[in-house]
Nanobody, 124 residues
Framework: QAQLVESGGGLVQAGGSLRLSCAASGRTFASYVMGWFRQAPGKEREFVAAITWRTAITTYADSVKGRFTISRDNAKNTGYLQMNSLKTEDTAVYFC?????????????????WGQGTQVTVSS
């Protein structure tokens, strides 16, 4: 069983930046994908970004492309989501997740382990 703990959420003004972290512990996998998703009130959980842990191949949702950057630190077993030029519509609970088969998925149901989420609120 893998455990994921997010941190770094908070309140920021539009145009500002935040960096989310996702610390992974417990069971490890030879090759997996870490993804970030978000869920706003009354909306479905949506894909934000994902990275292959071994080769650092990335993919992004169109809504965050050019503003968000996903990365990972192998030594710390931690993933990051750098969020710049934040907009009010980025307000949501952000979750990190792990897909253990190493496939760069954008569908939440394909991910096997989830963190508890961290709130990001962007004010106007």
């Amino acid at each position: 069983q893998a455990q994921l703990v997010e941190s770094g959420g908070g309140l920021v003004q539009a145009g500002g930046s935040l960096r989310l972290s996702c610390a992974a512990s417990g069971r490890t996998f030879a090759s997996y994908v870490m993804g970030w998703f978000r869920q706003a009130p009354g909306k479905e959980r949506e894909f934000v970004a994902a990275i292959t842990w071994r080769t650092a191949i990335t993919t992004y949702a169109d809504s965050v492309k050019g503003r968000f950057t996903i990365s990972r630190d192998n030594a710390k077993n931690t993933g990051y989501l750098q969020m710049n030029s934040l907009k009010t519509e980025d307000t949501a609970v952000y979750f990190c997740a792990v897909e253990r088969d190493g496939i760069l998925n954008t569908i939440p149901s394909r991910y096997d382990y989830w963190g508890q989420g961290t709130q990001v609120t962007v004010s106007s």
